[in-house]
């Protein structure tokens, strides 16, 4: 019985550097339909760097906290306004079109050509990611109420864009 050998490449740093590029477009185009959607469906929107970003941040389940309280922006910003609800899923389309669109680069081809592969690839976009989140964390901050650094870390940084990233880069073969 033949053997199948494996023709794909290891990951490696410059993989992750590759594919940092993508989620960094991400993280942008995020924020940026974050604003619009707010500008469009909140009265009297004023631009607010931290209500931006609580919003964003809200919108990957990371919690705003101070040491006596915590709450997720957006979802009480959505008892408000019901039409903010399409913000839930920002952070999935643009975490799986930079994971399809990365795996669908040499880079990210070079990894192999099954669809697993693909996942690996696409999911290699937490990489940069969890860096923007982190920032984020301390960019986004209003007097002591900042998004809580171990959310950002946990659903923001690691579990959306592996998750999703993936599901792009599983797709994109």
Do not use: C
Request: glycine share 12%; net charge negative.
């Amino acid at each position: 019985m033949a053997q199948r050998t494996r023709t794909s490449s290891s990951l490696d740093t410059d993989h992750a550097i590759a594919a940092s590029k993508y989620a960094v477009g991400a993280y942008v185009a995020g924020l940026a339909v974050t604003v619009v959607v707010l500008a469009i469906f909140v009265d009297g929107f004023d631009f607010d760097v931290f209500g931006i970003g609580a919003t964003f941040y809200g919108a990957h389940n990371v919690d705003i906290g101070t040491s006596m309280l915590s709450l997720n922006f957006l979802q009480a910003a959505t008892s408000q306004e019901s039409a903010l609800e399409i913000l839930w899923a920002v952070p999935p389309i643009v975490l799986a079109f930079a994971g399809y669109t990365f795996a669908n680069t040499r880079a990210g081809q070079s990894v192999g050509s099954e669809p697993m592969d693909g996942a690996k690839a696409g999911a290699l976009v937490a990489v940069g990611y969890l860096v923007l989140a982190v920032v984020g964390t301390f960019v986004f901050t209003e007097g002591n109420a900042s998004p809580k650094l171990g959310d950002s870390v946990i659903f923001m940084g690691v579990l959306y864009p592996v998750v999703f990233g993936g599901i792009g880069g599983y797709l994109s073969r």
